[in-house]
């Protein structure tokens, strides 16, 4: 499968953005799906995926309350709401697809098989 992540911009703190994920060559209800992102100098962190029982999600501490994960598989889209932005959600956001199969952790990046190319989210303070 591959993956296109979108919709990142500049925003202001407190804002909102959606991220949006599409796949080509492939269907995303057939993959476990997750947001991950790099801030410059830091390495990539786990912000948000689906769990292991049917759409459960999984959340970073960081974005717990503000950030939401969802699906539609009738467009084949994954998306990544994001409300009251704070400076330091700043990081290139990448989408991500591991096999359903897999069960290590939702939150290691190694366990992705397939990433997206990445979309820049900028929150100014």
């Known amino acids: 499968v591959q993956l296109q992540a979108s919709g990142g911009g500049l925003v202001q703190a407190g804002g909102s953005l959606r991220l949006a994920c599409a796949a080509s060559?492939?269907?995303?209800?057939?993959?476990?799906v997750g947001w991950f992102r790099q801030a410059p100098g830091k390495e990539r962190e786990f912000v948000a995926a689906?769990?292991?029982?049917?759409?459960?999600?999984y959340y970073a501490s960081s974005v717990k309350g503000r950030f939401t994960i969802s699906r539609d598989n009738a467009k084949n889209m994954v998306y990544l709401q994001m409300n009251s932005l704070k400076p330091e959600d700043t990081a290139v956001y990448y989408c991500?697809?591991?096999?359903?199969?897999?069960?290590?952790?939702?939150?290691?990046?190694?366990?992705?098989?397939?990433w997206g190319q990445g979309t820049q989210v900028t929150v100014s303070s």
């Open positions: 991500a697809a591991r096999s359903t199969v897999n069960l290590g952790p939702l939150s290691n990046a190694g366990e992705y098989s397939y």
């Open positions: 060559e492939g269907t995303l209800s057939n993959y476990r």
């Open positions: 689906f769990s292991w029982r049917g759409e459960g999600t």
